[in-house]
C-alpha cells in the first residue's frame, strides 16, 4: 500500500494554483482551436442537409397499389401505422393510412413487408413541428 506523504501546507496552496493555471490553459486553447474553423453545425431546417446514401425519412405511399392487407401495421414494432379501409384487395378503398412520427423508429420493417413495395421511406428529414399532434401524417 502507497504511504500518504504528507506535505507542507504551502505545497498544496501552490499545487492548486498551478493545476488551476495548467487546466484553464488547456480548456482556453481547444476552444481557441475551433474558433476559425468551419462550424459543423448547421441551421437546420433553414439550411439544407446533406443527406446519405440510405437513409430512412417519412414515408411514402402509392394508395393506388396498396391492398390493404395490413402486413406493414402488424410488422411495426411500435404500433403506429393506423389503417382504415371500406373492404380489402386490389378494389378497396383506403380510408386513413397515417404514420404517428412522435413513435416511429424509422427501422423500415414496414417497407420489408410490403410484398407490392407500396410503402417506403423516402430520403426526406421527418417535418419539423411545435405541436405533439401535428406529428401524426396522413399517407393518403
Ligand atoms: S419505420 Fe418501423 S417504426 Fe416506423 S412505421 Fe415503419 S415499421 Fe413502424
Ligand atoms: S403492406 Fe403494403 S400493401 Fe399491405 S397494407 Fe401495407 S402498404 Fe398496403
Known sequence: MKKFKKRHPLYYYFKNI???????????????????????????????????????????????????????????????????????????DLTKFEVDYTKCLFCGLCSEVCVLQVVKLSPTPPVVVTDKKDITISLL
Open 18 to 92: 498551478a493545476d488551476g493555471i495548467i487546466s484553464t490553459y488547456s480548456g482556453m486553447k481547444l476552444t481557441f482551436s475551433y474558433i476559425f474553423k468551419k462550424p459543423e453545425t448547421i441551421e437546420y431546417p433553414e439550411q439544407p442537409i446533406l443527406i446519405p446514401d440510405g437513409y430512412r425519412g417519412v414515408h411514402t405511399l402509392d394508395k393506388t397499389k396498396c391492398i390493404v392487407c395490413k402486413s406493414c401495421q402488424r410488422a411495426c414494432p411500435t404500433s403506429c401505422i393506423t389503417i382504415e379501409s371500406n373492404g380489402v384487395g386490389k378494389n378497396a
